[in-house]
Nanobody, 124 residues
Framework: QVQLVESGGGLVQAGDSLRLSCVAS????????MGWFRQAPGKEREFVST????????YYKDSVKGRFTISRDNAKNTVYLQMNSLKPEDTAVYYC?????????????????WGQGTQVTVSS
């Protein structure tokens, strides 16, 4: 079993930056891919970014490309999401998730483990 705990959310202004962190415990962290998803009020949960177990391969939702960067430190059991140039439409609860395999995944159904979420609010 894997436990995931996110942190780093908050209230910021448009154009500001935030770095989300997600610490994992349980299964060997370097053995599975990780992802970030988000859910805005009244909307479906959506994919944001993913990173392979090795950290070599990454993938992003089009609307965050060039602004968000996913990374991981397997020695610290932690995955990060650096978010720059934040926009009001980035407002959501952000969830980190652990996949069942090693390759990057964009589908929520491919993820077996989920954190509790951290709120990100971007004011205009």
């Amino acid at each position: 079993q894997v436990q995931l705990v996110e942190s780093g959310g908050g209230l910021v202004q448009a154009g500001d930056s935030l770095r989300l962190s997600c610490v994992a415990s349980g299964r060997t962290f370097g053995s599975y891919a990780m992802g970030w998803f988000r859910q805005a009020p009244g909307k479906e949960r959506e994919f944001v970014s993913t990173i392979s177990s090795s950290g070599i391969h990454t993938y992003y939702k089009d609307s965050v490309k060039g602004r968000f960067t996913i990374s991981r430190d397997n020695a610290k059991n932690t995955v990060y999401l650096q978010m720059n140039s934040l926009k009001p439409e980035d407002t959501a609860v952000y969830y980190c998730a652990g996949a069942d395999g090693t390759f990057r995944e964009t589908l929520a159904s491919r993820y077996k483990y989920w954190g509790q979420g951290t709120q990100v609010t971007v004011s205009s």
